[in-house]
């Protein structure tokens, strides 16, 4: 995600794959269904807000079911309009199939810090 490759992010995807961004403001309908959705979603909507976007995981909590971690990570980016810079703070809930591929990624960050860096 870091480095913008949407598309081999994409191969890393099961073709069910489910994004679901808690918080997601109304213009993001969520969640995002599907290998091709998440593409075109990252692509022209959430890459075209931040440029640069950097995702850093800071701790990793595999579960017991050995398909699921829980990550924490941050994100350091700019907001593309205004030129603010962008900060949060993520928990994510990740889960692959048993083919290795990664069939959900439930997001939960702090909207409010989106809002203010976006400038709403």
Do not use: K
């Amino acid at each position: 995600m870091s480095s913008r490759d949407f598309d081999g992010v994409g191969e890393l995807l099961a073709d069910n794959f489910e994004f679901d961004l808690a918080y997601a403001p109304e213009m993001l309908p969520m969640p995002t269904r599907g290998r091709e959705a998440f593409i075109e979603l990252t692509t022209t909507i959430i890459g075209a807000m931040f440029n640069p976007m950097v995702l850093t995981v800071t701790n990793a909590y595999p579960c017991a079911d050995g398909a699921t971690v829980v990550l924490e990570y941050t994100s350091d980016g700019t907001v593309t309009h205004n030129g603010n810079r962008y900060q949060n703070r993520y928990a994510g809930i990740f889960r692959a199939n048993d083919d290795g591929r990664l069939e959900l990624w439930r997001e939960f960050h702090n909207p409010e810090e989106a809002t203010r860096a976006l400038g709403g």
